[in-house]
RNA sequence: GGGUAGGUGCCGGAGUGGUCAAUCGGACAAGACUGUAAAUCUUGCGCCUUCGGGCUACGGGGGUUCGAAUCCCUCCCUACCCA
């Protein structure tokens, strides 16, 4: 098995990896979750010629959690690495604080340098789940964009037109609706391009909201006497309510979520986006999903194959056992309406409490508005038993569980006066 | 620099002296139905409350008034037009 797939490829080397010329991968590496590729001739030339390339990807820490979605140009780094290229991971900590509007409706309000600082603390970490992050070179490009001067910048901003800009769809738009567009908007490509310059990037990977910028590199590149990388973009991918996945909407399923509560927000995903999810999310193979799209046409319930699309999201980022305890949970408390099994204790200061206050207190709801609404809504069940009654006084019993809804739950703990 | 229109809750967007905690839509939450899917229906969606109410809120500050999101002054901000 093993030889057939090296005398399939032509190991070119350059450095000391080999680089996988295989045409197979490469065609893989071109299409899957792949939205378009800049120069697609020139790169599938370059991904044969047995060059190490090198892979840019830019991340802006404009939220402290990495979410799926920025995911999926991460697996392309992977796929890239997987054949011996060379990854360049930019960490955006200029850039996140000037701040990118490609993927906004809005202006991106500017961010502080403490902020930046500090969701830039876990982000290799999150990235690491997905690309071997021992091999890439990540740099940070604050220690080029931070050293530019007025002259430079001028002689970058002369290299666009203000036409070019304004006539991005959603520059387009906010110009349209009256929304002000700042200056700083149009120089954010100008730098994330010169990123491209500073690593010399053969290749630049990214959503298709980079699309922009990711030529804008091109250009810059140019300039400065560069070959222009080639770009590719990925598709973006819808979030828990079908919109754009963002930070922004609170509508993201992030690396660093928890197994069970990353379970069941995949769980909560509408079935359109399943398959979409495989290819994008995940690195199962290709025949796999090729089947799974199979079974879920010939009218399998999705919920089943969904429940294999969160094992898999899961394992990516919390291991094979989390996944499956995960999911073993997940059956229990949702589809057996059973108990979680592991409850967060509280511990109770009184013997008895109004309704509202046991709630409020406790931090099962974080208000008593929202305690009393939840009672009057009959979302509260103390031992089994739904609660409808909002001046109801309760008496503490130790292991008493409360529940909030279907996912919130507490157990009492009382605590030992005997001495 | 001059002019015009504006700044309302998470977002969009009504309201232009009392009946406004503020119509409506989206998002969100809970309930019903279910598969934590979709669709649909119901309810809720500032905080506190001794359930009578109270408090805070309509860009910031000040004022008029018994009473202001609504009127006046001032400051800040945005868009558009002119220069």
Redesign the pocket.
């Known amino acids: 098995m093993f030889f057939t797939v090296a005398l399939g490829s032509v190991f070119g080397y350059y450095g000391k990896m080999p680089i996988n010329t295989g045409a197979r991968k490469i065609e893989e590496l071109l299409s899957r979750g792949v939205e378009e590729v800049i120069d697609r001739g020139h790169l599938e030339a370059a991904l044969r010629s047995g060059k190490k390339l090198r892979i840019k990807l830019g991340i802006d820490p404009t939220s402290p959690n990495i979410h799926i979605g920025r995911s999926i140009p991460l697996f392309k780094l992977r796929d890239f690495q997987e054949l011996g290229h060379q990854i360049v991971l930019i960490i955006g900590d200029f850039t996140g604080i000037i701040g990118d509007t490609s993927d906004k409706e809005?202006e991106r309000p500017m961010l502080t340098e403490e902020t930046v600082k500090n969701n830039l603390k876990n982000y290799i970490k999150q990235a690491e789940k997905v690309v071997d992050i021992k091999k890439c070179e990540v740099c940070y490009n604050s220690k080029w964009l931070g050293k530019l001067d007025y002259h430079e910048i001028g002689r970058q901003a002369n290299i666009f037109s203000l036409n070019e800009f304004i006539s991005r769809e959603n520059i387009r738009k906010r110009?349209d609706?009256?929304?002000?567009?700042?200056l700083r908007e149009v120089l954010y490509p100008l730098m994330q391009g010169y990123d491209s310059v500073a690593v010399k990037a053969d290749v630049e990977v990214g959503g298709t909201d980079q699309r922009f910028n990711l030529l804008a590199g091109r250009e810059m590149q140019r300039h400065y006497g560069q070959e222009p990388q080639d770009i590719m973009t990925n598709p973006l991918i819808e979030g828990?309510?079908?919109?754009k996945m963002s930070s922004s909407?609170?509508?993201t399923i992030n690396l660093f979520d928890e197994p069970?509560?990353m379970?069941?927000?995949v769980?909560?995903?509408?079935?359109?986006?399943?398959i979409r999810y495989f290819i994008l999310t995940t690195r199962i193979s290709q025949s796999e999903i090729e089947e799974y799209k199979k079974a879920l046409e010939s009218g399998d319930?999705?919920?089943d194959v969904?429940m294999n699309l969160a094992f898999e999201i899961v394992k990516q980022y919390h291991g094979k056992e989390a996944a499956a305890r995960a999911k073993e949970e997940?059956?229990n408390?949702?589809?057996k309406k059973e108990l979680p099994s592991d409850i967060p204790g509280w511990q109770a200061s009184k013997g008895e409490y109004?309704i509202?206050?046991l709630l409020?207190e406790s931090g099962l709801t974080?208000?008593?508005?929202?305690?009393?609404?939840?009672v009057?809504?009959?979302?509260v069940e103390i031992n089994g038993h739904t609660k409808a009654d909002?001046?109801e006084t309760i008496k503490i019993e130790d292991n008493m569980i409360i529940q909030?809804?279907?996912?919130?739950f507490i157990k009492i703990l009382v605590k030992n006066h005997s001495q």
Request: a positive charge.
């Open positions: 809005s110009l609706e009256g929304k002000r567009i700042s828990l309510d079908g919109r909407w609170g509508n069970d509560d379970f069941g927000k769980m909560s995903l509408k079935d359109e986006l399943i319930n999705p919920r969904k997940f059956k408390v949702f589809q109004n509202l206050d409020f974080p208000s008593k508005a929202e305690a009393k609404r939840m009057l809504g009959s979302a909002w001046q909030v809804g279907k996912r919130k």
